[in-house]
């Protein structure tokens, strides 16, 4: 059974302190649902350039931004379908996030991982075959993954830890997972976006999303070795001789320090982007509303009246399920129905959230 081994050092729990303190102080600063939605597609972008950069994507960060938009770029067919792939898994992490009490299981890993790589919804199979990393410029073996006959398992263990865990600290749960990922190596390829992804996810689902404003990926791609190095724990390059039983301390000690190095960044630009006077503070009614609400809102900044074929779009659901939404969203009074016949169905928003989107 997978049991991790570590040591809580005064340089972690020196981060841990820093996360806490901007976790705290970030979700006390005033927001507007502008400044908000402007904050969290620049985090966005960010993950996904930074993420991408990481496995060898040659756009840069304003490309990024424009193949998102559809903008297309010569020889770039491989990189704009990367970046397309990643952002579209972002969003797949946000209607996961906005279903909390879902217990983990490793069809979301599937799923992420078929998005990074297809860009569809699509459960991806673990790998059938041994994946040898080597190095690029002289061929040696970088690692040794588990063989593909053990891989179910040990995802299985992984899954069963991730429901199970609860007294570590959230960095440092999320830094295990990583670890832990990245260790079985059940892709062929898109192992490393995955992993980014899924710690993601379980910072979100731990409290520790902050908003949906920051980006961890920026702390790795700005040095590169030093991630690797971290990640590469143990003289083994071998999953069996080693590196399952390794001491990760050096590990954990590195991702909590690039999270605190994120978060003081997303501190600074929160205040830096807080209301100015005569503006009304709406993080109270914000922090009602679920992230897919929260989203919703983006189209009554267009539209008075919006439908369930807007909302299936925005969301990236069945026109079915975004009706059954809707019904649940009118009984709690976030939406108003007009209209019941399915052409002449629309919604507007409810009173209490007008302020919102003034």
Same mark, same amino acid.
């Given at each position: 059974?997978?049991?991790?081994?570590?040591?809580?050092?005064?340089?972690?729990?020196?981060?841990?302190?820093?996360?806490?303190?901007?976790?705290?102080?970030?979700?006390?600063?005033?927001?507007?649902?502008?400044?908000?939605?402007?904050?969290?597609?620049?985090?966005?972008?960010?993950?996904?350039?930074?993420?991408?950069?990481?496995?060898?994507?040659?756009?840069?960060?304003?490309?990024?931004?424009?193949?998102?938009?559809?903008?297309?770029?010569?020889?770039?067919?491989?990189?704009?379908?990367?970046?397309?792939?990643?952002?579209?898994?972002?969003?797949?992490?946000?209607?996961?996030?906005?279903?909390?009490?879902?217990?983990?299981?490793?069809?979301?890993?599937?799923?992420?991982?078929?998005?990074?790589?297809?860009?569809?919804?699509?459960?991806?199979?673990?790998?059938?075959?041994?994946?040898?990393?080597?190095?690029?410029?002289?061929?040696?073996?970088?690692?040794?993954?588990?063989?593909?006959?053990?891989?179910?398992?040990?995802?299985?263990?992984?899954?069963?830890?991730?429901?199970?865990?609860?007294?570590?600290?959230?960095?440092?749960?999320?830094?295990?997972?990583?670890?832990?990922?990245?260790?079985?190596?059940?892709?062929? +390829?898109?192992? *490393?976006?995955?992993? @980014?992804?899924?710690? #993601? /996810?379980?910072?979100?689902?731990?409290?520790? !999303?902050?908003?949906?404003?920051?980006?961890?990926?920026?702390?790795?791609?700005?040095?590169?070795?030093?991630?690797?190095?971290?990640?590469?724990?143990?003289?083994?390059?071998?999953?069996?001789?080693?590196?399952?039983?390794?001491?990760?301390?050096?590990?954990?000690?590195?991702?909590?320090?690039?999270?605190?190095?994120?978060?003081?960044?997303?501190?600074?630009?929160?205040?830096?982007?807080?209301?100015?006077?005569?503006?009304?503070?709406?993080?109270?009614?914000?922090?009602?509303?679920?992230?897919?609400?929260?989203?919703?809102?983006?189209?009554?900044?267009?539209?008075?009246?919006?439908?369930?074929?807007?909302?299936? +779009?925005?969301? *990236?659901?069945?026109? @079915?399920?975004?009706? #059954? /939404?809707?019904?649940?969203?009118?009984?709690? !009074?976030?939406?108003?129905?007009?209209?019941?016949?399915?052409?002449?169905?629309?919604?507007?928003?409810?009173?209490?959230?007008?302020?919102?989107?003034?």
């Amino acid at each position: 059974m997978f049991n991790p081994n570590f040591a809580i050092t005064p340089a972690i729990a020196n981060s841990l302190m820093q996360i806490e303190a901007c976790r705290q102080a970030v979700s006390t600063l005033p927001v507007t649902l502008t400044v908000l939605n402007s904050l969290r597609e620049s985090a966005r972008l960010a993950a996904t350039h930074y993420s991408t950069q990481i496995e060898g994507n040659r756009l840069t960060q304003e490309q990024v931004g424009a193949v998102v938009l559809g903008g297309t770029f010569p020889n770039r067919a491989r990189d704009e379908a990367e970046v397309k792939n990643y952002y579209a898994a972002l969003a797949y992490l946000d209607d996961l996030v906005a279903q909390p009490d879902t217990a983990f299981d490793l069809g979301t890993i599937q799923m992420i991982h078929g998005l990074v790589m297809t860009g569809r919804a699509k459960a991806t199979p673990w790998r059938d075959g041994q994946n040898v990393i080597r190095n690029a410029s002289d061929g040696a073996i970088v690692y040794m993954p588990p063989e593909a006959k053990d891989v179910a398992n040990l995802m299985g263990e992984l899954e069963y830890w991730l429901n199970a865990e609860t007294h570590y600290p959230a960095p440092i749960f999320a830094a295990i997972a990583h670890y832990q990922f990245a260790s079985i190596h059940p892709y062929y +390829d898109g192992n *490393g976006r995955t992993a @980014r992804l899924l710690t #993601n /996810l379980l910072l979100h689902r731990s409290g520790f !999303g902050l908003k949906g404003i920051f980006s961890l990926e920026e702390y790795y791609a700005r040095d590169l070795q030093s991630y690797y190095r971290a990640l590469s724990v143990g003289p083994s390059h071998n999953y069996y001789m080693g590196r399952a039983e390794a001491d990760i301390t050096d590990w954990v000690a590195y991702f909590c320090a690039g999270m605190a190095d994120a978060f003081a960044r997303v501190r600074r630009q929160a205040q830096n982007a807080v209301p100015v006077a005569g503006q009304s503070d709406q993080t109270h009614l914000l922090r009602q509303l679920d992230e897919r609400q929260r989203r919703t809102l983006t189209l009554f900044q267009q539209h008075a009246q919006i439908t369930t074929r807007q909302i299936a +779009d925005l969301l *990236g659901i069945h026109p @079915r399920s975004a009706l #059954n /939404l809707c019904r649940k969203w009118v009984s709690e !009074g976030f939406l108003s129905q007009h209209g019941e016949s399915k052409k002449l169905r629309h919604y507007s928003l409810g009173e209490a959230w007008i302020t919102l989107i003034g």
